[in-house]
């Protein structure tokens, strides 16, 4: 199993991104898929979950301004991320639990600077 994370880069204080995750390989059901967050120096963190059945979770830090959603027919995850602050700087990195097992994607860089 793959997972591919794109739609990263770098926006301004105030801006929006939208980030996409498809996952792909021997694929029976993914259950939750997530979005973590890791800055310089700090350790990984949730920054938003969803379950198969569409259930959300967010981090206290991103609630109100991020969403999560996916779309089971392609096995697929977003991140839409919107009032984007500094603090939101970090590499994002997309997981879904399959069986059982948590699969991880590289990561993407978003960096928020004016």
């Known amino acids: 199993v793959q997972l591919q994370a794109s739609g990263g880069g770098l926006v301004q204080p105030g801006g929006s991104l939208r980030l996409s995750c498809a996952a792909s390989g021997s694929i029976f059901s993914i259950n939750d898929m997530g979005w973590y967050r890791q800055a310089p120096g700090n350790e990984r963190e949730l920054a938003a979950i969803?379950?198969?059945?569409?259930?959300?979770n967010y981090a206290d830090s991103v609630k109100g301004r991020f969403a999560i959603s996916r779309l089971n027919a392609k096995n697929t995850v977003y991140l839409q991320m919107n009032s984007l602050k500094p603090e939101d700087t970090a590499v994002y990195y997309c997981n879904a639990e399959i069986r059982g097992v948590h699969y991880w994607g590289k990561g993407t860089q978003v960096t928020v600077s004016s």
């Open positions: 969803i379950t198969k059945g569409g259930s959300t």
